[in-house]
Each structure stands twice: as C-alpha cells, then as structure tokens.
C-alpha cells in the first residue's frame, strides 16, 4: 500500500472537482443569485487542499489494486464532503449531515433528498445538485482518468475498481483511454439531445439541462417539488421515459450502435431480457390502472404506469403521480421494479437484468439436473459458457443484497422513528440508488424526517450500492491490511 500515491491521486480528485465548481459558480453569477461567495469559498477551499497534495507527491508512483480500493471509497466520501461546502456557506441546508446526505444522493445518483421545498433553492445551487448526477452518472474517478492523465497501470486498476459491472471486460477498444473517451462522448451526446428534446416541449435551458441530468444519469434530481408531474405534459413524458430506457441501456450497446456493430448487438443477451421485461411491467401496470379506472383511458394509464416503471426500474425515481395511492396490484409492480435493476454497463445500480437471467437460468439447470442427473447444463450468455466463479459471484451478490437490505432495513428502524415498511423501502431506495421508496419515502414524501443516525446509515448505503458492496466489504477484513 503507498499512501504518498493515494494523496497524489486524492489531490489530482480535489483539483478536478475545483474545476466543476465553476460551472455552477457561472450559473450563479448569469442569475445574480446569493450563493455566488458559497461556490467561490468552496472552489478555493477544493483548490487550495488538493494542489498541495497533488504536488508535494507528485513522484509517487508505485500503484496496486489495494491503492484503487482506497482511493475509490475514500475519494467519494472526500469530494462529497467537499461538495456539500456550498449548500452549508449558503445556508439553505444548514446541517453538515443533510448537506452530506444531499450531495450523496446526487453522486450515487440516488436522488432521495431532505429538501422540503427545492423551488427556493437559487438557480447555481439546483444547478450543482443536478451537476452530481452528471459527475456521479459516470463516476467520479473515471472523470478524472479522462481530465488528468495517471499513472500508466494504476489507471486500470483504478477503472476496475469504479466501472460497472460489464464495463470492466469489454474487449471493443485498444485503449483504455479510448474508452473512456467514447463513453463520456456518448453521456455527453445523450444529455444535449435530450436538452433540446425538453426545450422543444417548453422547458426552459435550464430546466431542460438540470433534468437531463438527472434522466441519463438515471438520478432524479428535479428543478421542482412536484418532480415531472409539474410539467403535465404527455410529450415530456415519453420523452424522459424513452432517455431514461437509454441511460438504463449497457453504453457499449450504444457504441455498438454507432459503429454498426450488428454482430455484438445480436448476440448480447441481456438487451433482449431489458426490453422484454419493460414491454411487460408497462403493460401489466397500465391494465391494472385501466381497470381499477385510476385513469379515465387507456392511453393515460399505460402513459402513467409506464413512467413510473421506467423511472423505478433504471432507479431514475422521477415521478408523475404519487404512486402510493395506486391500486395494489399497481403497486406490487413498482415493488417488483424495486427489485429489478437495468443493464450491466449502465450509469444504474442494484441487481442487474444479467444477473437475473443468471440465476434463473441456473435454476432451471438444478431443476433439469433432477430429471437428468448424468447430463451436464451449461449457462451460456452472449454466445459463451459461464465457468463456476462467475456463477458463484452473481449468486454471492444476490444473496448478499437481499442479506442488506434485510437487515438493513431492521436497523433503521432503530436508528430512526419509522415503521417497517418504510424503514425497508427506504434502505431499498438508497442501496439500489432508486431514491423514493413507500410510504414515509415514498413519491411525495422525502428523507427528511430521518434521525441524523438514520441520514449516516442511508448515505452510506448509498455509496455501498453505487460501488458494488464487495468493494466495501473488502476493507474489513484484515488482510487487505497486511503486505
């Protein structure tokens, strides 16, 4: 372990998001709002604590994946921290826990907030807290590798480690650089298309780029109280939803797409499963809301319904309508959206669609193994066989975040003033990074009623979902410590 590299590279973090300060400090300045001297604060503090840093070790250069671990977690909690400077300075959120909280939930692209009345916010700090999303969407570290050239192997490893799972394998590019670089042209391209696509139904340049930030990042940080709802507008609708589908798609599909790379496409498994289990839950919510006459026509129900799944299954966690009040058979498919998470690749977080197929392609398997105990049933996905470590790290996963969210759940209601099925939705909203859960979290309720004990265990499970939780987990056990 060389903590003089992890300095450096923390330095190199603090610099970078220095830099991203002044895009909201323009937004302040252009609006003539108050929170001007709260970014300029914040920038110099971020300035000032990462130069040295990043100089003074400057020569340290040796790497290992431990460093990546700890450079991964430590960076996230370092430039949250960092990050929620401008909300306190203002004084608009007051409290270092709920600033904590805040900017968390936009880096994770969580989206679950304290804020009561987002709408009194001035403009350059809704634009900061939207910009967390567009940080956060594709990963804090891997902006800085694209910003600031590293550290040859590290690197790597440090991309490894931040990268989605399905990202970190793809044999597309020469290049890791290259890489990158095609992934934040495609995140950039998707949010000015959708800008414009918003702008064109009556939004604002601002709204339109705060809620495009929030849609291909899959966060949900909206400009207004009532989320998308306050627009009412059915064209914005489709129009969110289709985005938030290409948020929730593998990046690689994307590239593929462009470069025409039809054999990739075909033989990916996990698109197919994406949109087939889409078309289904749309479909099945829409007739729920239809018959229950939630909605007075068939088209306002599959318009509703649709959103809603769309936004809880790529864990966007807009909303258009307050969902709670559905029917229950409404409501049981946003549970099962809960449950079911987008593509490998993707800017979402939870279980994803492939390790769904996994595992129940694999059961299949156990059942067929009982029928035909001397013939052996290989899983096979985009054309090749999985071997035993793969299968045992999707199960191990799976069984790991039911485990968490479980108990997690349990826990809360002791941290925090809450019943259980609250207390079990909300640790599901913040893991999963969805952001509204049931209840007293639910579409029209926020986070702010929780125990500063209850806001510390939800950030951190924010983040614990955003890393995937074996890169937590492994801090604590003891040999990672050791040489």
């Not at 290992?64 to 909690?77: H, M, S």
């Not at 485990?403 to 939705?425: E, H, I, N, P, R």
């Not at 639910?442 to 265990?457: C, Q, V």
Request: charged share 10%.
């Amino acid at each position: 372990m060389n903590p003089f590299t992890i300095l450096h590279i923390l330095g190199m973090l603090l610099i970078v998001i220095a830099g991203m300060l002044l895009f909201p400090l323009g937004c302040a300045v252009y609006y003539g709002g108050d929170d001007v001297r709260a970014f300029l604060i914040t920038s110099q503090i971020a300035l000032f604590s990462g130069f040295p840093l990043w100089w003074k070790f400057r020569k340290h250069r040796q790497f290992f994946l431990k460093d990546g671990f700890l450079i991964v977690i430590l960076g996230w909690i370092l430039i949250s921290s960092v990050s929620a400077l401008p909300f306190m300075i203002h004084g608009s959120i007051p409290s270092f826990t709920d600033s904590f909280f805040e900017v968390m939930s936009g880096y994770t692209t969580t989206g679950a907030s304290i804020l009561k009345d987002i709408e009194s916010l001035p403009q350059g700090l809704l634009f900061w807290r939207s910009m967390t999303h567009f940080i956060g969407g594709m990963g804090i570290i891997i902006l800085t590798l694209l910003v600031v050239p590293l550290l040859g192997i590290g690197n790597h490893q440090l991309y490894k480690v931040e990268s989605d799972p399905g990202q970190e394998n793809i044999q597309l590019f020469s290049r890791l650089r290259q890489k990158i670089i095609w992934l934040w042209v495609i995140y950039i391209a998707l949010n000015l298309a959708l800008t414009l696509l918003m702008m064109a139904g009556g939004m604002s340049l601002f709204d339109a780029l705060c809620h495009a930030f929030g849609t291909i990042a899959t966060g949900g940080y909206s400009t207004k109280n009532a989320s998308m709802a306050a627009y009412n507008s059915a064209y914005l609708d489709w129009v969110v939803s289709i985005f938030m589908l290409l948020g929730g798609t593998n990046f690689i599909i994307h590239y593929t797409l462009l470069t025409r790379n039809w054999d990739y496409l075909k033989s990916d498994t996990e698109i197919r499963y994406y949109i087939g289990v889409v078309v289904i839950l749309c479909l099945i919510i829409a007739i729920a809301l239809w018959q229950d006459r939630t909605y007075p026509s068939w088209w306002d129900a599959l318009r509703y319904g649709s959103f809603q799944v769309i936004s809880i299954l790529t864990t966007t966690g807009f909303a258009t309508a307050n969902y709670d009040f559905w029917p229950d058979p409404a409501r049981m498919i946003i549970l099962v959206s809960i449950f079911i998470g987008a593509c490998s690749g993707s800017t979402t977080s939870g279980i994803r669609i492939i390790q769904f197929v996994i595992i129940v392609k694999h059961i299949r398997n156990r059942i067929k193994k009982l029928l035909q105990p001397m013939i052996i049933h290989k899983i096979r996905v985009n054309g090749t066989t999985l071997d035993d470590a793969t299968l045992n790290n999707v199960l191990a996963f799976f069984i790991i975040n039911l485990f968490y969210v479980l108990w997690g759940g349990a826990l809360l209601t002791f941290l925090s003033d809450m019943d259980w099925w609250s207390s079990w939705t909300a640790v599901m909203a913040t893991f999963w990074n969805i952001g509204p859960g049931f209840g007293r979290v639910g579409p029209a309720e926020n986070f702010s009623h929780i125990s500063m004990a209850g806001k510390w265990f939800l950030s951190f499970s924010m983040m614990l979902g955003r890393l995937d939780i074996f890169t937590v987990m492994i801090l604590f056990y003891p040999s990672f410590w050791k040489k």
